[in-house]
């Protein structure tokens, strides 16, 4: 999918495309210069995650299509800022997090052990899980 590097150190995997996800909306947590706010922590949004950055001053469920924004509702991926996810995890209120689609420059701003106490990845042979 991508030369970028996830936070376990291999390829970077898709992180949602329903909605459209990604800095470049390319459906991966892929950043560079332009991004300045590192949206790099492909969440998977709850209730509780989305109420707190409303909270915060970040809205994440109202539409804004004049900026191709859907709006999130619980259950969706989306590539979300490492600083407001590391935010929402201090005051007990993140987001769970794919780690296999989360970019390693997440790792700037959040520790490794606190974005595994909340990874929700499910191995590519789901059989495993049995």
Do not use: K
Not at 17 to 22: F, K, M, S, Y
Not at 37 to 65: E, I, W
Not at 70 to 99: E, I
Not at 105 to 120: C, F, K, Q, T, Y
């Amino acid at each position: 999918m991508t030369s970028e590097r996830n936070v376990l150190g291999s390829d970077l995997e898709e992180c949602g495309g329903d909605p459209l996800t990604g800095f470049y909306r390319d459906g991966c947590c892929n950043t560079g210069p332009e991004d300045l706010g590192s949206h790099t922590v492909c969440a998977v949004v709850t209730a509780q995650f989305l109420q707190h950055q409303q909270g915060v001053g970040n809205d994440l469920s109202t539409p804004m299509p004049e900026h191709g924004f859907p709006g999130l509702r619980p259950g969706d991926r989306w590539c979300v800022c490492a600083a407001r996810w590391l935010q929402a995890y201090r005051d007990g209120a993140p987001a769970p997090v794919v780690l296999a689609a989360t970019h390693r420059r997440a790792l700037e701003v959040i520790p490794l052990d606190a974005l595994r106490e909340h990874a929700v990845d499910v191995p590519a042979d789901p059989s495993a899980l049995l």
